[in-house]
C-alpha cells in the first residue's frame, strides 16, 4: 500500500526554467510533508517542508505547495540549475517531522545546460 | 561540520553471516532512526529511538534484525543470518525532538 506516490520517474528541464516535482499520498492523517533531493551515494539532504495548516511555503528557489483537499504536493525549483539534477523524494508524516516519514518512489531530475 | 556518519560505506558479506552497522548521528540530537532503501524505491522506516529508548519498530524489522543505541548516542543495527532479499542500502537519520531528520551517508550492504 503505497501511501506517497510520486508518479513520474523522471523529469528533463532546461536550465533557467522551471522545475515542477509532484507528489500525491492517499492518508488524510498525514499532517507533515518535507521533499529531500539525493545525489548518488549520498544520503537524502532536507530540502523544504510545509505543515498542513499551510498550503504554501518558500525558501529562495524552492517552493512547496500543498492542496489537502487533492491531497497533492508539489515542489517548483525556479530557475533549474544543473547542480539540481538528483532525485527528488517526498515524504509525509503524522504528528510533525520528528515521526518516522514515509517516502515516495522519488523523481529522478536532469537539468539541461 | 560533523554530520551524521555510518561505518562501514560498504559490506559485501555471504548468505547466511551476521552483519553491524554503526551510526553516529549529530552530537546534540536525541533521535535517531534507520531506513532501508532498495533499488527504485523510497527509503523505507525500519525504526527509531529518543535517546536509548526504541519507540517504534516496522513490520518490516523481523527477528533477524536488532538495533540498538545503548547510552542514548550511537546506534548500531546488527542483521543475523543474512538472506539475499536484505540487500539494500541502509540508511541513519538524526533529529532534534522539533527538527527536520538528517540522513548520513548510508551503507550498501550486498549479500551474495
Known amino acids: 500500500d503505497q501511501q506517497v506516490k510520486q508518479n513520474s520517474p523522471s523529469l528533463s528541464v532546461q536550465e533557467g526554467r522551471i522545475s515542477i516535482l509532484n507528489c500525491d499520498y492517499t492518508n488524510s492523517m498525514f499532517d507533515y510533508f518535507l521533499w529531500y533531493k539525493k545525489y548518488p551515494a549520498e544520503g537524502p539532504t532536507f530540502l523544504i517542508s510545509?505543515?498542513?495548516?499551510?498550503d504554501k511555503n518558500e525558501d529562495g528557489r524552492f517552493t512547496v505547495f500543498l492542496n489537502k483537499s487533492a491531497k497533492h504536493l508539489s515542489l517548483h525549483i525556479v530557475p533549474s540549475q544543473p547542480g539540481d539534477s538528483a532525485v527528488y523524494f517526498c515524504?509525509?508524516?503524522?504528528?510533525?517531522?520528528?515521526?518516522?516519514?514515509?517516502f515516495g518512489t522519488g523523481t529522478l531530475l536532469a537539468v539541461q545546460p | 561540520d560533523t554530520g551524521v556518519s555510518q561505518d562501514p560505506r560498504h559490506k559485501i558479506t555471504k548468505r547466511g553471516q551476521n552483519v553491524t552497522f554503526r551510526c553516529d548521528p549529530i552530537?546534540?540530537?536525541?533521535?535517531l532512526y534507520w531506513y532501508r532503501q532498495t533499488l527504485g524505491q523510497g527509503p523505507e522506516f525500519l525504526t527509531y529511538f529518543q535517546n536509548e529508548a526504541q519507540l517504534e519498530k516496522s513490520r518490516l524489522l523481523s527477528d533477524r534484525f536488532s538495533a540498538e543505541r545503548p547510552k542514548g548516542s550511537f546506534s548500531t543495527l546488527e542483521i543475523q543470518r543474512t538472506e539475499q532479499g536484505d540487500s539494500a542500502m541502509y540508511l541513519c537519520a538524526s533529529s532534534l525532538p522539533q527538527g527536520g531528520q538528517y540522513f548520513g551517508p548510508g551503507t550498501r550492504l550486498t549479500v551474495t
Open positions: 510545509i505543515s498542513s495548516i499551510k
Open positions: 552530537s546534540e540530537h536525541n533521535r
Open positions: 515524504a509525509a508524516s503524522f504528528r510533525g517531522a520528528t515521526n518516522k516519514l514515509i
